[in-house]
């Protein structure tokens, strides 16, 4: 994933984006806030379509509870998982597999293993209690941080590794 870092990079669709909003995992004041500005069940998140690659991966993000505690990844077309930030478990899933690891300080390293083929978009959505796998519920106001995202060959999360916007991190 290019701009693993710079969120301002991805897309975003019904939510804001603050940088340097909160401390992230590796102690600098880097981590993004993605905030929904819309009470939908639709949703509100920051999404990343790449094309031409294919086979297993594992997409990761580093993720912190804000106003509320749900974070959502989706490879869409292909499944999700629903992380409960405030105590480091998996919600739900839908035709996905999810890990996820304690980093202290409230954040978690949330996963979602993925077989591509041709483009894929992927999604991290915020949202609240009554977010299901396919009804993305949020509500004005909901947010969490996020930190490093990383897509990477194979089916765990290895170390994380910064990419500042090439392909090859």
Do not use: H
Not at 27 to 35: D, F, H, I, V
Not at 61 to 84: R, Y
Not at 151 to 158: A, D, F, I, R, V
């Amino acid at each position: 994933i290019q701009y693993s870092e710079d969120f301002s990079q991805w897309d975003i669709v019904r939510a804001s984006s603050t940088a340097n909003a909160s401390v992230s995992p590796n102690g600098s004041s880097n981590a993004y806030k993605l905030e929904s500005n819309i009470t939908s069940s639709n949703g509100s998140w920051y999404r990343e379509i790449l094309s031409s690659f294919s086979g297993n991966y594992e997409f990761s993000v580093f993720a912190k509870m804000g106003t509320t505690n749900f974070l959502q990844l989706i490879v869409d077309g292909i499944g999700g998982v629903i992380f409960d930030l405030s105590d480091g478990t998996i919600k739900a899933s839908n035709n996905a597999v999810g890990s996820v690891s304690d980093y202290g300080n409230g954040w978690y390293r949330c996963s979602i293993q993925l077989t591509a083929s041709s483009s894929t978009t992927l999604l991290i959505i915020v949202g609240n209690e009554n977010m299901t796998s396919s009804v993305w519920k949020s509500t004005i106001g909901d947010s969490i941080y996020l930190y490093g995202a990383q897509l990477e060959q194979g089916s765990y999360p290895t170390s994380y590794i910064p990419n500042y916007g090439t392909s090859a991190g």
